[in-house]
T-cell receptor
């Protein structure tokens, strides 16, 4: 299986609710990143968390990292219709700038 | 800055034809990545360059695929001959490799259909 795997594969919630997506990986990492992809578009970087960090915030985004469990979560608070997209986690091995992307979570916000 | 520029945005070709995809990275970025995205396989890294030098091409599917970066502002991904299974969206991304933080900026992609 892939280095990064998101869970769930698909998520539908009502606008205004919080959305939580999880990512698991297998090897030691330098940092973990989350990206968003709108339909038919390229990926857009959202947030980066370093391996020595446990939590990071950016606007309505909150990311946690548990290196002992090799997992990360992305929380989007007060979701909006515009948050509808696929979300990917990406990891890089120590000393290597190559990113390995997960399989993605398809998030649908219902107005 | 205009971001990463890719051309063409859409390409439809027949099996056996040569396909060339083009990418202009963000000015000042020193790393460039080519990815392929399909429903079945997700997002796969094909090859990446650092300072115009290919660093890792282990993701290139086979000899039909080749990539070049003749200068810091231009890269090509060529498929010759193309096959229907090459149909996918091909993304180019660039980054400024600053050691620990390597956020990547993606282009809009080229949607390739091989008939």
């Amino acid at each position: 299986s892939q280095q990064g795997e998101e869970d769930p594969q698909a998520l539908s919630i009502q606008e205004g609710e919080n959305a939580t997506m999880n990512c698991s990986y297998k090897t030691s990492i330098n940092n973990l990143q989350w990206y968003r992809q709108n339909s038919g578009r390229g990926l857009v970087h959202l947030i980066l968390i370093r391996s020595n960090e446990r939590e990071k915030h950016s606007g309505r985004l909150r990311v946690t990292l548990d290196t002992s469990k090799k997992s990360s979560s992305l929380l989007i608070t007060a979701s909006r219709a515009a948050d509808t997209a696929s979300y990917f986690c990406a990891t890089d091995a120590r000393g290597n700038e190559k990113l390995t992307f997960g399989t993605g979570t398809r998030l649908t916000i219902i107005p | 800055d205009a971001g990463v520029i890719q051309s063409p945005r859409h390409e439809v070709t027949e099996m056996g034809q040569e396909v060339t995809l083009r990418c202009k990275p963000i000015s000042g970025h020193n790393s460039l990545f080519w990815y392929r995205q399909t429903m079945m396989r997700g997002l796969e890294l094909l090859i990446y360059f650092n300072n115009n030098v290919p660093i890792d091409d282990s993701g290139m599917p086979e000899d039909r695929f080749s990539a070049k970066m003749p200068n810091a502002s231009f890269s090509t991904l060529k498929i010759q001959p193309s096959e229907p299974r090459d149909s996918a969206v091909y993304f180019c991304a660039s980054s400024l490799n600053r050691g620990r933080e390597n956020e990547q900026f993606f282009g809009p992609g080229t949607r390739l259909t091989v008939l």
